[in-house]
């Protein structure tokens, strides 16, 4: 499972309307939405002549993007340097030509479009709901691709440094994240779908931290459902057709058990059941949890969200305990390192590879100790030679992924140098083997850096 992360405010507020086009003179679009708590509140998309409003699609960069800044680990400055083939993977996108031409009108049409939320965005760390008006995306430099016709174009040569807007970047800085199954949302079949998995997933996270009784239930009114999602239709027989199809893939994995569609014309009511595809949750790590303090109804919604990974934050909390931090509360404690979920996982797994790199490096030098360990070490190598031999779009990705890029920025090098070492490696010049032995020295030391420019 492909585990990813959504941002709450834009996953509840589907501002990015789920239509995948629109009217080319339409330049503004206003709805009223309801948040899953009930709380109401006003969105005006404001677009440009020539560009339009985000739409569609979009959505699927809207994730990406997300994704992608989590990635490279929250930057305080909000900038995030990667690439035009890797958006579109991580959108669940294709490659070929025409997708990197509807990457880049959806780049430009995030850069341009102007969001006014009234009273409808929280603030986390103050608790409340506030107007915010802002864009998605601040600043957007990139390379290669010549404009057309004063129009952005990208290429699968292009690398991109973009600066995501305050108001998004301080929100997932302040924890108001959920996770995303990628795995799951990559593969349903529309963009209606995709939508309307995310805002389901919103009110299926917050019924598991009230602690609701399984299976989980939640009613919506369909025209509320149908204003969220963005369709423009206000026709009632049209308006269930369109739900209609988003529900049969959720219906199809599982995700949603039984959809009923209760009343009639624009009073019926929208009655989703959640199915056990939806909350995997294991009671012996919802048991460890409680016993620590943490409400059951918590402990189940982070079970359910984190999967095995609940396992290293209650590791760190048992850390910070044996080496004498003072903790009054320990449920209270122990479910903040539950917020903190992703960094810690992430500082796991940067130690885990850091361990794996020595073991491995060992295991070399001792080859003839054991053939066990002989065997271990062959079966690394092949798999990380497998990424490195790879067409040399995925190659680079890993040789050059979001965090590394971000770290030899730190070091000095340009956006200009990252996208010469891309070329190299994608033009053939460079094999990403050595590319990635020399991108792993730069990070290490300042003469590995100084190698490393001499690829260039």
Not at 103 to 127: I, Q, S
Not at 257 to 265: L, Q
Request: aromatic residues 6%.
């Amino acid at each position: 499972m492909l585990r990813g992360h959504d941002e709450k405010n834009v996953a509840s507020l589907i501002f990015v309307p789920t239509q995948e086009r629109l009217p080319e003179d339409m330049l503004r679009l206003e709805r009223i939405v309801f948040r899953p708590n009930g709380q109401p509140a006003r969105i005006v998309c404001v677009g440009v002549p020539g560009i339009g409003l985000a739409r569609g699609s979009d959505n699927d960069l809207l994730v990406a993007l997300i994704n992608t800044y989590i990635e490279a680990g929250c930057p305080a400055d909000g900038f995030i340097t990667t690439t035009a083939y890797a958006l579109l993977k991580l959108a669940g996108l294709d490659t070929t030509g025409q997708y990197y031409h509807a990457l880049a009108h959806g780049l430009e049409r995030m850069l341009n479009t102007t969001y006014h939320v009234t009273d409808g965005w929280f603030d986390v760390r103050e608790k409340r709901y506030v107007t915010a008006s802002f864009r998605i995306i601040d600043n957007l430099n990139r390379t290669h691709g010549e404009p057309e016709q004063g129009r952005i174009r990208l290429d699968r040569r292009s690398t991109l440094r973009i600066r995501l807007n305050d108001e998004l970047t301080k929100s997932i800085n302040a924890g108001y994240i959920k996770p995303l199954n990628l795995t799951v949302y990559q593969h349903l079949p529309s963009v209606g779908s995709r939508a309307l998995y995310r805002l389901l997933d919103v009110y299926l996270d917050e019924a598991a931290g009230r602690g609701d009784s399984k299976p989980y239930q939640v009613r919506v009114p369909m025209m509320a459902l149908a204003e969220s999602c963005g369709l423009l239709g206000r026709r009632t027989d049209h308006v269930r057709k369109s739900l209609e199809s988003m529900h049969a893939p959720l219906l199809n994995i599982g995700y949603l058990k039984e959809v009923d569609f209760i009343g009639r014309g624009s009073k019926t009511t929208v009655h989703y059941t959640y199915g056990e595809a939806s909350s995997p949750i294991n009671p012996e790590h919802v048991s460890l949890l409680t016993r620590h303090g943490v409400h059951r109804g918590v402990a189940e919604k982070y079970v359910r969200n984190l999967g095995d990974d609940v396992l290293l934050v209650v590791k760190k909390f048992e850390e910070r305990r044996r080496t004498g931090e003072k903790i009054n509360n320990e449920g209270g404690y122990l479910s903040k390192l539950l917020k903190e979920a992703a960094s810690i996982v992430e500082e796991n797994r940067d130690k885990a590879l850091r361990a794996q790199e020595t073991q491995r490096t060992k295991k070399a030098a001792q080859a003839a100790q054991g053939r066990a360990e002989a065997e271990q070490h062959q079966l690394f190598e092949a798999e990380r030679r497998s990424v490195l031999e790879a067409a040399p779009e995925a190659a680079i990705e890993f040789v050059l992924s979001p965090f590394k890029a971000k770290q030899l920025e730190r070091r000095g090098l340009s956006l200009q140098e990252l996208d010469q070492m891309r070329a190299r490696v994608l033009s053939g010049e460079v094999p990403a083997s050595e590319m990635d032995a020399a991108v792993n020295r730069a990070l290490m030391s300042a003469e590995g850096l100084e190698s490393l420019k001499a690829l260039l």
